[in-house]
């Protein structure tokens, strides 16, 4: 079986614009990217060539608009290089000559399911076989219109799968949120591009009640945080402790207007001792804010903290049968 293994870290997909799921603009949300990988099993390629090849595979995802620094995709573009032919010229020193047939895929490397392929020829020569590599493999013209279709191919797959398993994404954010893990969930919605219209739109309806429930959440915690501070010192160092607390506190949490009423008795106390005012002020919410696109945007970024955070897992990538 063909594998290969990547540490995730986050959650990000860049733009792609296409028919009836088009876009007027884009932006980070709207995005879907390709990671772009080297599996591990060519082993004779030097680290270095390796190197020089990811680069070329990012130039030209970066080229057609789905290039970024994905950190969780499971759609990757990827390559395999075969030796066509190896001539050693009997000079001193040693000239190397290969000409290699370097395939590109774009695919799905979770269920292992290829979207697209394009083959490549190369040549290139050097004094030392990793040279010769190096120069046919820096010979791949990232501008070629040719790399289009394939892209196109590839992106237009990747939009089909989110229409194809839209229902299923959004039971699996259901199952995440029965078991409280609201993050997780969060972060399975917000991972829909935006220019998968219609599954966005459906993912956005469903994120916005699991985004309360993770507020509410955070909010009781921060509030036993903030308590636990304040009754350890009451004074300025336990109000500055219970402070750092109470400003992480959404101000759209169930339990913003117990922890507005803690903020005041901590504020009164700090005046009885200190003969001061206390001059931390909890956040508040803004009126002119569109409602939907910021719980979107902080629910988005609960999902991105999500994915940087710890629970980050080793992705194991199925590249069997691509070639």
Do not use: H
């Not at 296409?18 to 990671?35: G, P, T, V, Y």
């Amino acid at each position: 079986m063909k594998t290969i293994y990547l540490l995730t870290l986050a959650i990000l997909f860049p733009f792609l614009a296409f028919s009836q799921n088009n876009l007027e603009s884009s932006n980070d949300e709207a995005r879907i990217s390709l990671l772009a990988v080297f599996p591990d099993q060519i082993s004779k390629i030097s680290e270095e060539a390796k190197a020089v090849l990811v680069t070329k595979m990012n130039l030209i995802t970066t080229k057609y608009g789905i290039g970024g620094n994905s950190s969780n995709p499971r759609f990757i573009i990827t390559a395999n290089v075969v030796e066509l032919t190896k001539d050693i010229a009997p000079t001193t020193p040693a000239i190397y000559t290969y000409n290699l047939q370097l395939t590109l895929y774009i695919g799905d490397g979770v269920e292992g399911t290829l979207f697209s392929s394009l083959p490549i020829s190369l040549k290139g020569s050097g004094k030392s076989e990793t040279k010769a590599y190096i120069m046919a493999l820096k010979g791949l013209d990232t501008n070629d219109s040719k790399y289009g279709a394939f892209i196109e191919e590839g992106k237009t797959k990747i939009i089909k799968y989110y229409n194809s398993k839209c229902d299923f994404i959004l039971k699996e954010a259901q199952s995440l949120t029965s078991q409280s893990k609201f993050d997780e969930a969060i972060g399975k919605l917000t991972s829909i591009p935006e220019v998968c219209k219609v599954c966005y739109d459906k993912a956005m309806d469903a994120v916005a009640p699991i985004y309360q429930k993770q507020i509410d959440k955070e909010c009781k915690l921060k509030l036993a945080e903030a308590n636990n501070a304040w009754n350890t010192n009451q004074d300025s160092t336990g109000a500055s402790n219970a402070s750092e607390s109470l400003a992480q506190i959404d101000p759209n949490a169930s339990c913003f207007k117990e922890a507005q009423a803690f903020s005041s008795k901590i504020a009164k106390r700090i005046q009885e001792i200190d003969k001061r005012e206390w001059s931390f002020k909890m956040k508040e919410q803004q009126d002119d804010v569109d409602i939907r696109k910021a719980t979107i945007k902080a629910a988005r970024d609960i999902g991105v903290a999500y994915g940087n955070g710890p629970k980050a897992t080793v992705v194991r990538y199925n590249i069997r049968g691509w070639w």
